[in-house]
């Protein structure tokens, strides 16, 4: 069965540093990968997604996240936090025979002055 | 403007009573989700539908039921049966296809009286 783990329920960063987000899948078959994200008290919104072609995937707000097969990884980066990136972060698989997502627990982004 | 409509934003309900949460969307999509969000455990979800006048029961259905007679419309009713409904509930539309994105409502937060 598929399963998503993100690691840390809380990342904390200072404004103006590195963002970095983990994301680690299972899965039989190469999935589809997802990233969306959640301001309080609303839905979600996707960030960006990995179906097919390159793996390094740009989303919008500048972030981006790389698959990496040998590593059942994808993890979200950004070069520079800002105060506005402050929210829940999650990450979604979908095996390709199914239109269902797997969620992660989520990643609720902290960002410090 | 195309999407996503929940109502209504909050709701209570009272001990023995059913409540239902609105989910309309105007995307034309065919598949609409219904998912379950408490702190920390990412969404889990109760029921799915690819098309009208049909739909699945997801991973945490007791208590639930839902109707999709219309393509735009797929309320979600929480019955008395469900004994822990606090949560807040996203509904999501798709294409329905495994590597299209799922476009969320705003959410409804249930609280019990």
Known sequence: AQSVTQLGSH????????????????????PYLF??????NQGLQLLL???????????INGFEAEFKKSETSFHLTKPSAHMSDAAEYFCAVSDRSNY???WGAGTKLIIKP | DGGITQSPKYL????GQNVTLSCEQNLNHDAMYWYRQDPGQGLRLIYYSQIVNDFQKGDIAEGYSVSREKKESF?????????????????????????ETQYFGPGTRLLVL
């Open chain 1, 100 to 102: 269902q997502l797997i």
């Open chain 2, 12 to 15: 209570f309900r009272k001990e």
């Open chain 1, 35 to 40: 990233w969306y994200v959640q301001y309080p």
């Open chain 1, 11 to 30: 990342v904390s960063v200072s404004e103006g540093a590195l963002v970095l987000l983990r994301c680690n899948y299972s899965s039989s078959v190469p």
């Open chain 2, 75 to 99: 309320p979600l009713t929480v019955t008395s049966a469900q004994k822990n409904p606090t949560a807040f509930y996203l509904c999501a539309s798709s294409m329905g296809l495994a590597a």
């Open chain 1, 49 to 59: 997604k990995y179906t097919t072609g390159a793996t390094l995937v740009k989303g």
